[in-house]
């Protein structure tokens, strides 16, 4: 999908106050595609245990009906921008929704494993075309003044998403007395747990009916009357609509479609600042950031912690990712990328080799003794913390930013498919690793983090302050 128009100055107008609670709702709207991949990407961290023992699975297969859905992620992310081009912002909306729907009453009624992987790929499908459509269609209907802080809105709902998940499944699993497969509205927990996406997923839907659709898209379909309605819309009409809809036409007929090809170059192949996009999509994920979102609950049981508390930490530590979730949005534009970066990678280096340390004792009555288990809960939040204020919003503003205009879209698309190929790998190594050597496992996290710390001081660049058009 072409990237939101970057008109000249002229068109950097504010919506006046009576439109601006409108744009709010419709930006809020839009991300609740965030707030679904949010909540579809954490949910399943509830029926890990559960999914193991229905159908008496070693942790190598477990694994991979938990990682399968990232394949969906990667095919979703990777079409969602043509089919968004032919079809609208909207369409793409509502297909995401439906493909919502569908993956969680599969999930949540599946025949056999083979069933349960197919629905996660569905739903994993919807995710990478949430993760896709919502920040462009804010980017292309928020007025420029507002664009930075609505164009926030989906990652404050992936957040969201991702804590209400954990809070909803700790509810169902104290209503079925602390057992996961425990039975439920006639059906086990874990099955209830994958189904109540279906709400939000609803609610998707139906608010995708409640916004219009992208002026930009409008004028690229030759709807010109349609495209000055929602203008004057968002902007207020007091707006040069014609002056409006003849920067957006500029701007679509000077954007320069990168390919694949505008990306070779160099000694390795890639050309070297490909390569950094790379390097930062790969190191956030290599920290095992997903670990805590997908397999917190059988991390904690597995160290002795009752199920319904390891569900309760499950959530504790999604309340923190969006508190350092906030605190990366105050200061990212204030201190700088690098700095929060830094900051970021030692806070984790320190989180992380603190939980190495606690899961290298024995259990003592199949629990962590005392001292190391509260140790490595608070590591463990302290780890999560460290990395939502840094490394999980600064790779996606660097990401924005870094790249020169020739080659941004194509290589953004490289970037992100080497993000999700690396969550698939932390995702689908974790249980075999965790079974070989717990300690070990987050040590080898550890060295990541660690060495995120001279990959960002002697390659990646500070981006704030500086014009797209600056990036060469």
Known sequence: MTSAAQVPKSGAREAHPEHLGHVIFIAAAAAMGGFLFGYDSAVINGAVEAIRDRYDIGSAALAQVIAIALIGCAIGAATAGRIADRIGRIRCMQIAAVLFIVSAV??????????????????????????????????????????????????????????????????????????????????????????????????????????????????????????????????????????????????????????????????????????????????????????????????????????????????????????????????????????????????????????????????????????????????AHVFVLFFALSWGVVVWVFLGEMFPNKIRAAALGVAASAQWIANWAITASFPSLADWNLSLTYVIYTVFAALSIPFVLKFVTETKGKALEEMG
Request: no cysteine; charged share 15%; net charge negative.
């Open 106 to 379: 599969g999930s949540a009624l599946p025949f056999a494993l083979y069933d349960l992987a197919f629905w996660r790929i569905v739903g994993g499908f919807a995710i990478g075309m949430a993760s896709v459509i919502g920040p462009a269609y804010i980017a292309e209907v928020a007025p420029a003044a507002y664009r930075g802080r609505l164009g926030s809105f989906q990652q404050a709902a992936i957040v969201i998403g991702i804590a209400v998940s954990q809070l909803v499944n700790w509810g169902i699993l104290n209503a079925a007395d602390g057992d996961q497969r425990g039975t439920l509205m006639g059906l086990e927990a874990w099955q209830v747990m994958l189904g109540v996406m279906v709400i939000p997923a609803v609610l998707y839907g139906l608010l995708s009916f409640a916004i219009p659709e992208s002026p930009r898209y409008l004028i690229s379909a030759g709807k010109e009357t349609r495209a000055r309605e929602v203008l004057a819309e968002v902007e207020g009409k007091d707006v040069d609509l014609d002056a409006r809809v003849r920067e957006i036409e500029h701007a679509m007929k000077s954007e320069h479609k990168s390919t694949f090809k505008d990306l070779l170059g160099g000694s390795f192949f890639f050309k070297p600042i490909v390569w950094i996009g790379i390097g930062l999509s790969v190191f956030q994920q290599f920290v095992g950031i997903n670990v805590a979102f997908y397999y917190s609950s059988t991390l904690w049981q597995s160290v002795g912690v009752d199920p319904t508390e390891s569900f309760f930490y499950s959530f504790t530590t999604s309340i923190i990712n969006i508190v350092g979730t906030v605190i990366a949005m105050i200061f990212v534009d204030r201190i700088g990328r690098r700095p929060l970066a830094l900051i970021g990678s030692v806070g984790m280096v320190v989180g992380l080799a603190l939980e190495a340390w606690a899961f290298s004792f024995d259990l003592v009555d199949g629990k962590l003794p005392a001292t190391q288990g509260w140790v490595a809960l608070i590591a």
